[in-house]
């Protein structure tokens, strides 16, 4: 076993782990009556919301389900689509690279 695929290994670990605590932050942040900043201060100046689009998971939750199962699942489906998008992203370069290399090399 090469050095990549160890630390891709204890990435993915980590990243499994930090999915599965996920209802456990929000709930921390919860309990310590959390709010953004940003919605604090827009309370303090009486801005008011006038959305455009909602959004397929508004506030990170799934309507009709409990909101920490929603947070979950919000959680699940953020991290594949940014996974999905990261290693897209590092095919094409990766594959850049290698014809660079190879016109380098003629």
Do not use: C
């Not at 204890?10 to 599965?20: D, G, P, R, S």
């Not at 506030?59 to 959680?75: E, H, K, R």
């Not at 996974?83 to 594959?95: C, D, E, P, W």
């Amino acid at each position: 076993m090469n050095l990549e695929e160890i630390l891709n290994k204890k990435v993915t670990i980590v990243l499994i782990i930090l999915i599965a605590l996920s209802p456990l932050f929000a709930y921390a942040a919860e309990a310590v009556n959390y709010s953004e900043p940003l919605e604090n201060t827009a309370e303090e100046v009486g801005a008011e919301e006038h959305p455009v689009y909602s959004g397929i998971l508004p506030d990170y939750t799934v309507p009709g389900i409990d909101p920490y199962v929603g947070t979950l699942i919000s959680a699940l489906l953020g991290t594949f689509i940014t996974m999905l998008f990261a290693i897209g992203i590092a095919k094409i370069v990766a594959q850049g690279k290698k014809d660079g290399n190879s016109e380098q090399n003629s």
